[in-house]
């Protein structure tokens, strides 16, 4: 059982719309101090004057000393939600894979470097990964998210197994289509892949207090990701073949 919420430093980047401003939401309701981020300023004030939090605008890479001082000096637990949904293949422009290695994966670093020291020392700390499905499997149309969501969950799982006999709780959160501005920028790929399934955020914030609730690392807002994950383990070809079959059904509508 995860222990109460109930004036806890959290802070959520990226958290001024979608899965970032449910988590922030529901950790306040939970009793936080919640700091939320945004790298637009007038995004984050709104939800902090929402539900009562400090608002800290910026690069979610370099926030946590700001946000520490924000929250007295704590930080009980650190949401790296920020990401980008970055499409294209192999030959989409190097910035635009420097760009996604850099929020998505080393993000997740630089605030783990910055806040383990603190945690370690105490023996305790909750970092929360917003990863995706993506991170899990794969998405068409889009190699950089999808290469990049792999990096965000293996990081998360090399914290978790190094830490966890240190009083550190790691959760990767990994949902399909969520209803955010994100999905909307999928395009037809989202279009036939993750909008016919796609959830609230408010549900996904929901898996994740279940999630923390029952310690548990993967955090599956849709449970059927669990089956997709077990098939490309234990079936790789039959799984590729599959989600060919999608790549070529995506190609058609394109023409």
């Not at 383990?116 to 917003?130: C, I, K, M, N, Q």
């Not at 898996?207 to 548990?216: D, K, P, S, T």
Request: glycine share 10%; charged share 20%.
């Amino acid at each position: 059982m995860v222990e109460s919420l109930q004036g806890k430093g959290v802070v959520v980047t990226g958290a001024g719309g979608g899965i970032g401003a449910a988590l922030a939401r529901r950790f306040a309701a939970a009793g936080a101090r919640v700091v939320v981020n945004d790298l637009d300023a007038a995004k984050a004030k709104t939800v902090a004057d929402e539900i009562g939090a400090a608002a800290v605008a910026g690069d979610a890479s370099a926030i946590v000393p700001e946000a520490r001082d924000a929250l007295g000096g704590t930080v009980d637990v650190y949401c790296a939600n920020a990401g980008l949904g970055s499409g294209g293949s192999e030959a989409a422009p190097e910035e635009v894979w420097a760009t996604a290695w850099d929020v998505n994966v080393m993000a997740h670093v630089r605030a783990a470097h910055a806040l383990l020291p603190d945690w370690l020392e105490r023996g305790s700390g909750r970092f929360v990964s917003t990863v995706s499905a993506a991170g899990l499997l794969t998405m068409i149309g889009a190699a950089p998210y999808s290469v990049t969501k792999h990096g965000a969950y293996a990081f998360a799982e090399w914290l978790s197994l190094t830490y966890r006999h240190r009083g550190i709780d790691v959760h990767a959160i990994c949902p399909q289509g969520v209803r955010t501005d994100m999905l909307a920028a999928t395009g037809t790929a989202g279009d036939l892949v993750l909008t016919p399934t796609a959830i609230e955020p408010d549900v996904v914030a929901d898996a994740l207090f279940a999630g923390m609730e029952e310690n548990r690392f993967l955090i599956l807002p849709h449970p059927e990701v669990a089956e997709y994950y077990r098939i490309r383990a234990a079936e790789p070809d039959k799984w590729l073949t599959g989600m060919n079959h999608i790549q070529q059904k995506w190609e058609a509508t394109e023409r």
